[in-house]
């Protein structure tokens, strides 16, 4: 009795275990079900395969991340320009116009030079009248002289992140979303904990070089 790891993609359980499990398959019958013993379907394996890292990759957390203020911030000083203030004063162009244009501008103006959020802001793009709603937010929380990485662009607003977990050295909350959490984290675990659970029912059976005689029960 007990298990045995030396072959364990053959078999992991003991000769006199695999004796009583074929005993027990044969001496069945199974309602009249004749149930062979097969190996799982290879694509069958590799779809579970792909649906796990799939599902992996959709929920990782460093790409659920909701926009922050710290993004938009070069965006409001840009605004506020001369060269965006007489686009808007324009008369020969519509409101529509002028605002098209006006972020143009600051687009262009931004790819003069490289931030570390330039992935970020392609990711979440914005328009002026969405600008409009958010500066002055942005500018007031510049003036507390907060982290503006610390806060979410939620539509028209914008609010301080839940994220909790993570503290600074002098033990405040850092607010800001980790490439990686805890969540995540226990997702691993569980996965790894399936599959090899998974993996001892089905290899605890008799090697499928062994197959039941039906005759004996049916």
């Given at each position: 009795?007990?298990?045995?790891?030396?072959?364990?993609f053959y078999?992991?359980?003991?000769?006199d275990q695999?004796l009583?499990?074929q005993?027990?398959?044969?001496?069945?019958?199974?309602?009249?079900?004749?149930?062979?013993n097969?190996?799982v379907?290879?694509?069958?394996?590799v779809?579970?395969?792909?649906?796990?890292?799939?599902a992996f990759?959709?929920t990782?957390?460093?790409w659920g991340?909701?926009?922050?203020?710290?993004?938009?911030?070069?965006?409001?000083?840009l605004?506020?320009s001369q060269e965006?203030?007489?686009?808007?004063?324009?008369?020969?162009?519509?409101?529509?116009?002028?605002?098209e244009?006006?972020?143009?501008l600051?687009?262009k103006?931004?790819e003069?030079f490289?931030?570390p959020?330039?992935?970020?802001?392609k990711?979440?793009?914005m328009?002026?009248?969405?600008?409009?709603?958010?500066?002055?937010?942005?500018?007031?929380?510049r003036?507390?002289?907060v982290?503006?990485?610390?806060?979410?662009?939620?539509?028209?607003?914008?609010?301080?992140?839940?994220?909790e977990?993570?503290?600074?050295?002098?033990?405040?909350?850092i607010?800001?979303?980790?490439?990686?959490?805890i969540?995540?984290?226990?997702?691993?675990?569980?996965?790894?904990?399936?599959?090899?659970?998974?993996?001892?029912m089905?290899?605890?059976?008799?090697?499928?070089?062994?197959q039941?005689?039906?005759?004996?029960?049916?």
């Amino acid at each position: 009795m007990g298990i045995r790891l030396d072959r364990p993609f053959y078999t992991v359980t003991t000769h006199d275990q695999n004796l009583v499990a074929q005993e027990i398959w044969e001496g069945e019958s199974l309602g009249g079900i004749k149930e062979n013993n097969r190996p799982v379907p290879a694509p069958i394996a590799v779809l579970l395969v792909i649906i796990v890292i799939t599902a992996f990759m959709l929920t990782f957390p460093l790409w659920g991340q909701r926009p922050t203020a710290a993004i938009y911030a070069d965006y409001v000083d840009l605004m506020h320009s001369q060269e965006v203030q007489k686009i808007q004063e324009n008369k020969d162009l519509t409101p529509r116009q002028a605002d098209e244009q006006s972020m143009a501008l600051i687009e262009k103006r931004l790819e003069e030079f490289s931030s570390p959020y330039d992935f970020q802001r392609k990711q979440h793009t914005m328009d002026m009248n969405h600008l409009r709603f958010v500066a002055p937010q942005i500018e007031k929380l510049r003036q507390e002289g907060v982290d503006l990485e610390q806060y979410s662009i939620i539509g028209p607003d914008v609010v301080k992140q839940n994220f909790e977990g993570n503290q600074a050295p002098d033990g405040t909350t850092i607010r800001k979303q980790p490439w990686w959490d805890i969540g995540y984290t226990i997702d691993v675990y569980y996965v790894i904990y399936f599959c090899l659970a998974v993996f001892f029912m089905v290899k605890g059976l008799p090697p499928i070089s062994w197959q039941p005689d039906h005759t004996k029960a049916h």
